[in-house]
């Protein structure tokens, strides 16, 4: 290969006078070519938003869509700045105040380093060491390998008093040997990033909560008195400054803060895209520092940016938004709408956008960043202020539960294009009265009806359950349904045509999820009361397998499977043995076991995807001790992700 170059080399240049001396500086060159190339590949997403730019652009590979959940790490407190990737391994901070290093493919922590405060920044990682900064003031400079420190840096005390919706940090950002960050002292620090000694710093006047980006002589952060600013890298002097309307507001007059920044700004091609808390998003010439377009929502804030190929993707805070739009001009080409407000940044890989939002029961997304179609969305189980990366072959992304999920790509999804999203309804009838048998208690119905609604299912009467199943027939779209009963209505376990139309909904591609005893199993008297329990009835109709009659009852704790863990679940299970159990053989996917070996949690498919079928889950029937927000993640797989 070096002879290769080098000969090409030879013929597009001129003849050295002395030709060792030419070998020996195209060898170091080619040497140099050869290492940078290294540390770029092996940087899949080693600091803030990817770049010193903040585009949030990855040269990783796309996620079309998710195999499962690799791993899983739990962390003391809340993940909000975004990890970064190095060398196979995942470095974030939490909210317990400690910083930590795990392996990329297996979650094994490697080491952890405890810090004053709570570390809601996000890391700059290199070979040798890391960088990050803390609640407790400091700018910290660890050991990559082992997590010694190699130096710390004070800052000053956070100005004012005032702490409403202080989400995050500043993050580091590193260009050459300096190192840009910016202080609650209002202060934007450069330091010499090899001993951590002040090259100078600059007084903004208010807090500086946003990460600067940095491109040739200027770097750019917004602070909390709602300005833009523009100083010389080189002198550390103010080139310009922008005053956006927010800093004409105050609290008092707003009875909210309409004024702070902190929306880390986007810089490409001579653009600066950001927005405050005002509900403006701003394009800010890069040269003048004058205004170039604004897109106004009228309250709610602008919380993120991102650009790519001349385009601008914007989160926008309680518009529940994402939106994209031309760089130069502010052009809206389409906008995405969210179950909650996005105060994740956006990771920008080929065609796909993947960003978090804050629903209380938080989802990843990644939409297409042509159309603004969503391809899959994964279900956290709690809010994120984080933000999705893409290294080694995973989605990482964590949460306010202190939860990071290491999602592996699945291969097999190599199309963005997404033609119609799945159906998701939830069904619940009741008892046929006050004297009906129901088997669960307390509200736990209604909490798992409620809950489903709130995450975007659509409550639906037996009526529209039955012509939902029917267009699972003909349509074979992505569909799940969730019964908080034990009562299928008749209309759907009918089986004196044939079929009975839930079966033929389940072989169609379908996918229903039950959390107790199956409904099929009881009978019910003229009135519409249970009076029976058949387990032979679900038995014949779905063909499952349950214990004898002779077989141990009790309630016993089951263990998740590695499958298991692939599709969601996380935590121990109770369940009451010969009801709701079946043997392993009888299940497609077993999901959990109990002590006796007989599958608790499993799905049974009929010919669909992979993932869809009956699936069974078991939650207590008069309390909610487990994360509904894991089984909905077991509930989506193969439907939504």
């Given amino acids: 290969m070096l002879r290769a170059l080098f000969f090409e080399h030879r013929a597009c240049n001129k003849p050295e006078p002395d030709m060792r001396i030419s070998i020996s500086r195209f060898l170091f060159a080619v040497a140099v070519i050869i290492i940078a190339q290294h540390n770029c590949s092996a940087q899949s997403f080693a600091m803030y938003r990817n770049n010193p730019q903040l585009t949030g652009v990855t040269a990783e590979s796309p996620v079309y869509g998710i195999k499962g959940i690799k791993f899983t790490y739990k962390a003391g407190g809340p993940i909000r700045g975004i990890p970064a990737a190095l060398g196979g391994m995942l470095y974030f901070g939490g909210g317990d105040g400690y910083f930590c290093a795990i392996n990329g493919q297996t979650g094994a922590e490697q080491w952890k380093f405890k810090t004053g405060g709570a570390v809601y920044s996000s890391p700059y990682v290199t070979q040798s060491t890391l960088y990050f900064t803390s609640r407790d003031g400091n700018i910290y400079a660890l050991q990559t390998g082992n997590g010694k420190q190699v130096w710390k840096f004070t800052m000053d005390k956070d100005l004012g008093a005032e702490n409403y919706w202080d989400n995050y940090l500043s993050s580091p950002v590193i260009v050459d040997n300096t190192l840009y960050v910016g202080g609650g002292d209002g202060y934007l620090y450069a330091i ?27 770097i750019v952060f917004g602070n909390n008195a709602g300005y833009i600013i523009d100083v010389s890298k080189t002198t550390g002097k103010m080139v310009w400054q922008f005053k956006t309307d927010g800093a004409s507001n105050t609290f008092e007059s707003k009875n909210n803060d309409r004024t702070s920044i902190f929306c880390a700004p986007t810089v490409a091609d ?106 899959w969305k994964f279900p956290m189980g709690a809010k994120s202020f984080s933000t999705p990366i893409i290294a080694n072959g995973m989605v990482y992304t964590g949460a306010e539960n202190g939860v990071l999920y290491a999602l592996e790509a699945n291969p097999g999804m190599t199309s963005a294009t997404v033609t119609q999203q799945p159906v998701k309804i939830v069904y619940r009838q009741g008892p046929a009265s006050k004297d009906d048998y129901t088997d669960f208690q307390n509200g736990v119905d209604e909490f798992i009806k409620n809950y489903f609604i709130a995450c975007g299912y659509k409550l639906v009467d037996e009526k529209e359950l039955a012509q939902v199943m029917n267009d699972q027939l003909t349509n074979k779209t992505k569909s799940v349904i969730v019964f908080a009963d ?44 249970v009076d029976a329990y058949n387990d032979s009835l679900p038995s014949a109709v779905f ?54 070996g007989s599958a608790t949690e499993w799905i049974k498919n009929y010919g669909g995807p992979d993932g869809t079928g009956l699936l069974q889950l078991n939650l207590p029937s008069n309390e909610i001790t487990v994360s509904l927000g894991e089984l909905r993640a077991a509930i989506e797989w193969g439907v939504a992700w």
Avoid at 324 to 340: D, H
Avoid at 492 to 513: C, H, V
Wanted: proline fraction near 4%.
């Fill in 270 to 375: 001579g653009v600066v895209v950001t927005g405050g808390r005002d509900g403006i998003a701003y394009g800010i010439d890069l040269a003048t520092g004058k205004e170039k377009w604004r897109d106004d929502h009228k309250g709610p804030w602008i919380l993120s940016t991102a650009v790519k190929d001349g385009v601008a993707y914007i989160g926008c805070g309680s518009d529940l938004l994402v939106v994209a739009r031309e760089l130069q001009t502010g052009k809206e080409l389409w906008r995405f709408k969210c179950p909650s407000a996005v105060f994740s940044s956006i990771t920008v890989a080929g065609d796909m956008l993947y960003f978090n939002d804050i629903h209380f029961s938080g989802n990843t997304h990644a939409v297409n960043s042509k159309t603004g179609i969503e391809q």
């Fill in 192 to 218: 010499n990033k090899g001993n951590g000694k002040l090259l100078w710093k600059y007084n903004a006047g208010a807090r500086i909560r946003v990460t600067p980006a940095v491109f040739e002589d200027n």
């Fill in 486 to 529: 034990n009562r299928f209505p008749a209309a759907i376990e009918d089986a004196s045509q044939g079929k009975p139309l839930a079966l033929k909904y389940l072989e169609a591609g379908g996918k229903i999820a039950i959390f107790g005893l199956n409904p099929m199993a009881y009978t019910r008297d003229s009135s519409g009361n």
């Fill in 543 to 596: 063909g499952l397998s349950y214990p004898g009659k002779n077989f141990i009852r009790g309630i016993y704790q089951a263990q998740i499977t590695p499958t298991g863990k692939q599709h969601g679940l996380a935590s121990a299970y109770t369940t009451v043995s010969n009801f709701t159990v079946i043997t392993p053989g009888a299940a497609t996917t077993v999901l959990a076991t109990d002590e006796f």
